[in-house]
């Protein structure tokens, strides 16, 4: 069922955009729909300080599968804020890549995040190719990023340590 007020964006092809979907301040319901061949292939969710219940999950399939949610935001640390009496429920098969190591959630309120084996939850960096494909659309590259030397910075956006920021309970 729907929220009031939310957009329902659904049965929907997103091809060869720049970022497709950008979420700042309303609440949408994704179903069915598929995103390829994009500058970012994923939602881009910037600035989202909850003010009502939400379910993150549904998104577009990436070809990889999964729905990518790419959490940017630089300024004020947190793309995603969930504030005291507000539920934010991540659906199983949702991967959220973070742009920015102080990119986060914080959580005030609850957090409702059970994946299953089949269907993980995954937070994980925006250049990580191996979950949700190549988001960030620089070419498929999970097998060198996986064999180099981790002190070799000759192609910085190999996933690693500290690319993605936090989950803070208060």
């Known amino acids: 069922a729907s929220l009031v007020g939310g957009p329902i964006i659904e049965n929907n092809n997103f091809f060869n955009n720049s970022r497709p979907i950008w979420v700042q301040s309303s609440y949408p319901e994704f179903s069915n729909n598929q995103i390829e061949g994009n500058q970012w292939d994923g939602i881009v969710v910037k600035g989202l300080k909850l003010n009502r219940d939400y379910t993150l999950g549904g998104g577009p399939a990436s070809p990889a599968g999964g729905s990518v ?5 630089e300024i004020p640390f947190w793309s995603i804020v969930v504030p005291e009496g507000i539920i934010l429920t991540i659906e199983p098969g949702t991967i959220i890549k973070s742009v920015y190591s102080t990119s986060g959630l914080i959580i005030e309120g609850t957090l409702i995040a059970e994946g299953t084996s089949e269907e993980p939850i995954v937070f994980t960096s925006f250049y990580d190719d191996e979950y949700g494909g190549d988001t960030n659309g620089d070419g498929d590259k999970a097998e060198y990023c ?25």
């Open 146 to 170: 996986r064999t180099k030397d981790p002190d070799d910075n000759t192609y910085p956006n190999c996933p690693r340590a500290g690319f993605w920021g936090q989950i803070v309970f208060t």
């Open 69 to 73: 949610f790419i959490n940017y935001d």
